[in-house]
């Protein structure tokens, strides 16, 4: 079989991207948000919703995307992929490490370091635009919170604990019950040092999670 690889320009530095199959887009985080047809391989829309945006997840179902900024300066938005406009936004955020969407749910996961530097869980209704559970996260001194994942099929919600940038520590990863909105199980990895730790994917089928951690 023949790979083709294809470099597009979104004219930024990009943070994260996240895709829609559904409409076929793949939306790149690059200080705006940039739409990527997946047909056309080009830049289908650039919106600005803000001068730091870095962070971005979609809910296929509604055709949301979510996109924020880890500067802790910019408000959690979502943005329509019927208009490309921004149609919410969620002001009083911490610092942001990730955000996380669960489509079957309607509720969008945000990982932050709140006002009071105690590292969270923010569950947001994706109907009412507002903060409908927050819960804490603790992971021992010396961490900070991570990035997060959503496991939709078993409406579970990983977190994960990275050592702070002088720290050698343990990666942990906290497991929360969307249920029951609390933390269940905290997973330690077996070796310490300094590293930049974060869940990469869940495998439903298999009820896997999987973290790359990466030491000094």
């Known amino acids: 079989s023949q790979f083709r690889v294809r470099n597009i320009d979104v004219g930024g530095g ?13 939306w790149v985080a690059a200080g705006r948000l940039v739409r990527i047809s997946e047909a056309t391989q080009r830049v289908a829309a650039k919106i600005n919703v803000g001068p730091n945006v870095n962070l971005v997840a979609v809910d296929p179902g509604r ?39 669960d489509p079957r749910t309607g509720v969008v996961w945000v990982a932050e370091v709140d006002a009071a530097h105690h590292d969270v869980a923010l569950a947001v209704s994706e109907t009412t635009h507002r903060v409908i559970e927050s819960i804490r996260l603790v992971f021992g001194a010396g961490h900070v919170v991570g990035a997060i994942t959503v496991d939709p099929r078993s409406r579970t919600v990983w977190v994960s604990g990275v050592p702070c940038g002088t720290c050698s520590a343990r990666d942990f ?10 933390v269940v199980h905290i997973y330690g990895t077996t070796t310490l040092g300094i590293s930049t730790s974060v869940v990469t994917a869940v495998d439903s089928r298999r009820g896997t999670a999987w973290l790359a951690s990466g030491g000094i």
């Open 14 to 26: 990009s943070g994260q991207v996240a895709v829609d199959p559904g409409t076929r887009s793949a």
């Open 173 to 182: 990863v906290a497991q929360i019950d969307e249920a029951a909105h609390r």
């Open 63 to 101: 055709h949301a995307v979510w996109t924020t900024c880890n500067n802790g300066l910019c408000p959690l938005t979502q943005v329509s992929e019927t208009t490309n406009r921004m149609t919410h936004q969620v002001g009083g955020l911490g610092t942001v490490s990730g955000i996380a969407v």
